[in-house]
């Protein structure tokens, strides 16, 4: 059995900064591809960033200069530091993961349950 859980979501002021973080649990072999994706009242699910096991990322263009990602694969845990943040950066943000478990079975779209960032002043 594998979770992802997310944290340090909350109310931040535009301009400010939230770090978020999310920890994989469970009968982990590895874990490939991580990444945060966010969904704000009334739009669909968008990738925010993603990171390979190796490092490589990819963002989605209304957070690249903002927002970084990051891994510690020692810890099956990966990042988002949110800079300048913007209201409209608004959203539930949720962790997925592409992953191996010991047991040999691969799960290409892992979840958590999601943590809120609310950017209002």
């Known amino acids: 059995q594998v979770q992802l859980v997310e944290s340090g979501g909350g109310l931040v002021q535009p301009g400010g900064s939230l770090r978020l973080t999310c920890t994989a649990s469970?009968?982990?072999?590895?874990?490939?591809?991580m990444g945060w994706y966010r969904q704000a009242p009334g739009k669909e699910r968008e990738l925010v960033a993603s990171?390979?096991?190796?490092?490589?990322?990819n963002y989605a263009d209304s957070v690249k200069g903002r927002f970084t990602i990051s891994r510690d694969n020692a810890k099956n845990t990966v990042y988002l530091q949110m800079s300048r943040l913007k209201p409209e950066d608004a959203a539930v943000y949720s962790c997925?993961?592409?992953?191996?478990?010991?047991?040999?079975?691969?799960?290409?779209?892992?979840w958590g349950q999601g943590t809120l960032v609310t950017v209002s002043s």
């Open positions: 997925g993961a592409d992953l191996i478990t010991t047991d040999f079975v691969r799960y290409p779209e892992v």
């Open positions: 469970g009968t982990i072999f590895s874990i490939n591809t």
């Open positions: 990171i390979t096991r190796t490092g490589n990322t």
